[in-house]
């Protein structure tokens, strides 16, 4: 049985960071891309970053390049967005999701991936 459970959200004044956690079980590590989405309110839902083990060359959209790192301990089969330097633009719910990958991970459709972790609520105070 497969599972994604994504944790770590909260409430941050503008300015801080908060690191978020994909900590994914029965899933072969070695064979998907983890990504990290997020819908804020009245949005629609948009892919932000991905990885993959096999070639770990993490993919962040410009909005959150220089801010956002995504990571991977292949130990614990977990993936972390560390977020730094938050907007209130950043408000949203943060969901991770995984996809079969063969290749560099990448952005796709959201129903290109299997498994979806629920949501974790990150909320930017100006």
């Known amino acids: 049985d497969v599972q994604l459970q994504a944790s770590g959200g909260g409430l941050v004044q503008a300015g801080g960071s908060l690191n978020l956690s994909c900590i994914t079980s029965g899933l072969n590590f070695d064979d998907y891309a983890i990504a990290w989405f997020r819908q804020a309110p009245g949005k629609e839902r948009e892919g932000i970053s991905c990885v993959s083990k096999r070639y770990d060359t993490p993919y962040l959209i410009e909005s959150v390049r220089g801010r956002f790192t995504i990571s991977l301990d292949n130990a614990k089969n977990t993936v972390y967005l560390h977020m730094a330097i938050l907007k209130p633009e950043d408000t949203a719910v943060y969901y991770c999701?995984?996809?079969?990958?063969?290749?560099?991970?990448?952005?796709?459709?959201?129903?290109?991936?299997?498994?979806w972790g629920q949501g974790t609520q990150v909320t930017v105070s100006s």
């Open positions: 999701a995984a996809y079969y990958c063969q290749y560099v991970a990448t952005i796709l459709p959201e129903d290109e991936y299997e498994y």
